[in-house]
């Protein structure tokens, strides 16, 4: 049942598993999330989507706070945002952490690019906007990456991204989340692409969205605000997630926005925990991908 609950095919069972126990039901998941059966130690890797000025600006704070846990990260940039704010991009390559591409403008950005969602651009202007980027990367940065995160992914996803991913020589992206796969969040090979897709782990209250601070902290959604009661509950659900990650070996990814992280009470001590190496590892995408580490 669980695997036609994460297809999505099912979404009246999957309301009500989330309403009555949306933990034990990810849990659940999370428990199928494994290499071969065996519950090992396991893998965390942590996002940072640099989509606003806002978010740049924190940069400096956000590589402090890893410096300080011996974490390394990665980080989805706007290539525009690049070509304005170099130096503090250059200060993550500097840091030793790995740049995921994001687009050029970040199609929906309310400052760049407004009303354009990525899902229903053309399929050549897609490819435009992921080329444009990365070659801002090699020019500013004199860095080539490897992976692509859509923008905002979650319902702007489209599998068509792998086929122009294939053309572009990409090896990843982390552009879906759990609970729309058939790996229960595993790292996957997409079929026909060879592309590894790793999918972001989603919040323990609510298993069909993305766990990330702006879920936890910022969405205007009722709901979520009625549970959600701000930096301590995040951390508190930051834990949950660890805790289940711990117990069933499952690969865990997490995404945060920079701009949320300086205000956040209590992160210290989460990604403490997390870079206990006798608990975790914790690991870039195209690390895991060079070591085949979890697939």
């Avoid at 396991?42 to 410096?67: G, N, R």
């Avoid at 595993?186 to 972001?200: A, Q, Y």
């Amino acid at each position: 049942m669980i695997n036609s609950i994460a297809e999505h095919n099912n979404l009246l069972v999957a309301g009500l598993c989330t309403f009555i126990a949306p933990k034990a039901f990810l849990r659940g998941i999370l428990s199928h999330n494994t290499k071969n059966g065996r519950v090992e130690k396991p893998v965390v890797t942590l996002s940072f989507d640099c989509d606003y000025p806002k978010d740049v600006e924190a940069i400096p704070a956000v590589l402090k706070l890893l410096k300080a846990h011996n974490i390394r990260a990665s980080f989805a940039c706007v290539g525009h945002w690049i070509e304005k704010y170099p130096r503090e991009h250059l200060l993550i390559l500097e840091a030793g952490h790995e740049i995921v591409n994001h687009t050029y403008s970040h199609p929906d950005n309310e400052i760049l690019n407004p009303g354009r969602q990525f899902r229903f651009i053309p399929r050549d202007e897609k490819r435009q906007e992921i080329e444009r980027c990365h070659e801002v990367c090699l020019k500013v940065l004199k860095y080539e990456p490897k992976g692509l995160r859509v923008p905002h992914f979650k319902n702007l996803f489209t599998p068509d991204i792998y086929g122009i991913l294939k053309e572009l020589g990409y090896a990843f992206s982390s552009s879906t989340w759990l609970t729309n796969t058939k790996s229960f969040g595993r790292p996957f090979v997409v079929k026909d692409f060879n592309i590894v897709e790793f999918p972001l782990s989603v919040c323990p209250l609510h298993p069909f969205s993305v766990f990330d601070t702006w879920h936890s902290l910022n969405t205007p959604r009722l709901s979520h605000r009625l549970v959600h009661r701000g930096q301590e509950s995040y951390c508190g659900l930051f834990s949950t997630l660890l805790q289940m990650g711990e117990e069933t070996g499952a690969y865990l990814n997490v995404y945060l926005d920079p701009w949320d992280v300086p205000s956040i009470k209590g992160l210290s001590d989460v990604l403490s925990r997390i870079s206990d190496a006798s608990r975790f590892r914790v690991s870039t995408y195209e690390d895991l991908l060079s070591e085949a580490v979890i697939l």
